[in-house]
């Protein structure tokens, strides 16, 4: 087992070595710089506490990886351990290698606030947006919604009381009626209704 472990680590230094011998020797050789980068383990890229930029629908944020570890679990702190480019796409829309840049088609006026948690530990609904829409954007980020101040999950509490509860079973088309066969069943079914769930 540690010879296999051993052996592995020795080829990826020898591809790292030959990658960065080919950024020196290549025009535009960057690219191959951060590809170099990314090869390193995550949790040794991780550790170098630099620093990572958030392109979040267009808006732009540049962050601390520590900042990030304070969520665990959380989408921001899963990218920072991807080790793969699929796990890094699955986690964001597009990247950037080479500025350590991460491209999230989201909104930017909600990620604010979301920031807000990860640097001031202090979450706020933002104003003039869909509760629903704030609640979408926290899954998102894989936050949840108890993190929310006091001042502001009541406001959250009181504004989702207001909203339609939208169904997602079936089409009342569709639905069955326990009055079929009987005397005014069609009115029957809407009486229930209008006793059960008014």
Request: charged share 25%; glycine share 8%; net charge negative.
């Amino acid at each position: 087992m540690v010879r296999s472990c051993t052996l592995a680590r020795q080829t990826q230094e020898n591809v790292s070595g030959l990658l960065h011998e080919l950024s020196f020797e290549m025009p535009g050789g960057g690219a191959l710089e951060a590809a170099v980068e990314f090869l390193n383990p995550a949790s040794e890229r991780g550790q170098s506490g630099g620093t990572v930029i958030l392109n979040v629908g267009g808006s732009i944020h540049q962050v601390k990886w520590e900042t990030i570890d304070k969520f665990p679990k959380s989408r921001l702190q899963r990218l920072r351990y991807a080790t793969s480019e699929t796990a890094i796409l699955a986690l964001c829309d597009a990247f950037s290698l080479g500025n350590r840049e991460f491209y999230f088609d989201r909104s930017p006026r909600v990620f604010e606030n979301i920031l807000g948690l990860y640097r001031k530990g202090e979450l706020h609904l933002t104003e003039s947006v869909c509760p629903r829409d704030f609640l979408g954007e926290l899954e998102y980020w894989g936050l949840s919604p108890l993190y929310l101040e006091p001042c502001c999950a009541y406001t959250l509490q009181r504004a989702s009381w207001l909203l339609p509860i939208v169904d997602q079973g079936a089409d009342n088309e569709d639905e069955i009626n326990p009055f079929d066969g009987m005397c005014c069943a069609k009115l029957r079914n809407v009486i229930w209704k209008l006793f059960e769930d008014p």
